[in-house]
């Protein structure tokens, strides 16, 4: 059964710090991983997404990695600001069930100005 | 059914008509929500129910789009005046918390076509 997992649950940075935030999942038989971001009662906005044969994705400040061997992730965010605040999730899309796309448990983050 | 079943599995229609896609989840999950899928990509989010209320609907690309859940199961997503650029798979997944952050589970998608 995949199972994916977030560390830190949650992170308190001081504004224009760069971190890191972890995704861990057990099955590395996966389509994809995603990262997404949800901010309080708002739906999720997808940020990266990386496919099984990538190592990396980009987007402006930020940068995802896949070790698909390793079962890890990691997203990077540089120089954060406070708008930068929000629950991040990642997801895997598992080869062995299509169908489902399993979600971590989410690092909330929280850039002090 | 045991999982999230939707419905046609394949629209090709023409530029300016109307489509409705429907979505029928598991039974008894709370939340319901529709995404906008590009051939080689990820999910993006459209919108979000939980129960019939209507969460989220800042992923809607335009007021062209809408959704409903008036009954907290079955929801529809309404596609007025299709354009070309509407053309996507678009799917729907459920989940049983109403935070949306258990295992999502979606249904099998609906291929539009817009020529």
């Known amino acids: 059964k995949q199972e994916v997992t977030q560390i830190p649950a949650a992170l308190s940075v001081p504004e224009g710090e760069n971190l890191v935030l972890n995704c861990s999942f057990t099955d590395s038989a996966i389509y994809n991983l995603q990262w997404f971001r949800q901010d309080p009662g708002k739906g999720l906005t997808s940020l990266l997404l990386i496919q099984s044969s990538q190592r990396e994705q980009t987007s402006g400040r930020l940068n995802a990695s896949l070790d ?3 079962g890890r992730s990691t997203l990077y965010i540089a120089a954060s600001q406070p708008g930068d605040s929000a629950t991040y999730l990642c997801a895997v ?3 062995t069930s299509y169908d489902k796309v399993i979600f971590g448990p989410g690092t909330s983050l929280s850039v002090i100005p | 059914g045991a999982g999230v079943s939707q419905s046609p599995r394949y629209k090709v229609t023409k530029r300016g008509q109307d489509v409705a896609l429907r ?3 598991i039974s008894g999950h709370v939340s319901l929500y529709w995404y906008r899928q ?3 990509q990820g999910p993006e989010f459209l919108t979000y129910f939980n129960y019939e209320a209507q ?3 800042s992923g809607l690309p335009n007021d062209r789009f809408s959704a409903e859940r008036p ?3 079955i929801s529809t997503l309404t596609i007025q005046r299709t354009e070309q650029r ?6 729907c997944a459920s989940s049983s918390l109403a935070e949306g952050t258990d295992t999502q589970y979606f249904g099998p998608g609906t291929r539009l076509t817009v020529l």
């Open chain 2, 38 to 40: 590009a051939l080689g």
């Open chain 2, 71 to 73: 009954e907290g199961s």
């Open chain 2, 23 to 25: 979505c029928d989840p």
């Open chain 1, 68 to 70: 698909k061997s390793s």
């Open chain 2, 55 to 57: 969460q989220d609907k």
């Open chain 2, 86 to 91: 509407d053309s996507a798979m678009y799917r």
């Open chain 1, 93 to 95: 899309q598992a080869i």
